[in-house]
């Protein structure tokens, strides 16, 4: 089992800048590839931002690539999503994920993939 518990969200006006944090505790936090989501009112979970188990590999949504930043501390057993140029649209419930990988630069896009998940921080972004 793999317990994930995020922090950092809250209510910021446009263009404004939060840093999420997701702390995870239970099995060896490198072997695990992890993930950002989001989940707006009456919408489906969607992809923000993924990372391999080394942190060297990351992806990004089309949506906040060049303002939105994943990063991982394996010595701290945590994962980390700065948002910057936030926009009213990113108003949604944010969640973090852990996926077992065999492949150290490996990442993961789908919600199916993802084998844990976290409770969940709301932001919401002001216009």
């Known amino acids: 089992q793999v317990q994930l518990v995020e922090s950092g969200g809250g209510l910021v006006q446009a263009g404004a800048s939060l840093r999420l944090s997701c702390a995870a505790t239970?099995?060896?936090?490198?072997?695990?590839?992890m993930g950002w989501f989001r989940q707006a009112p009456g919408k489906e979970r969607e992809f923000v931002a993924a990372i391999s188990r080394t942190g060297i590999d990351t992806y990004y949504a089309n949506h906040v690539k060049g303002r939105f930043t994943i990063s991982r501390d394996n010595a701290k057993n945590m994962v980390y999503l700065q948002m910057n140029a936030l926009k009213p649209e990113g108003t949604a419930v944010y969640y973090c994920a852990a996926k077992f990988s065999p492949a150290t630069n490996m990442y993961y896009v789908t919600p199916g993939s993802y084998n844990y998940w976290g409770q969940g921080t709301q932001v919401t972004v002001s216009s």
């Open positions: 239970g099995r060896t936090f490198s072997d695990y590839a």
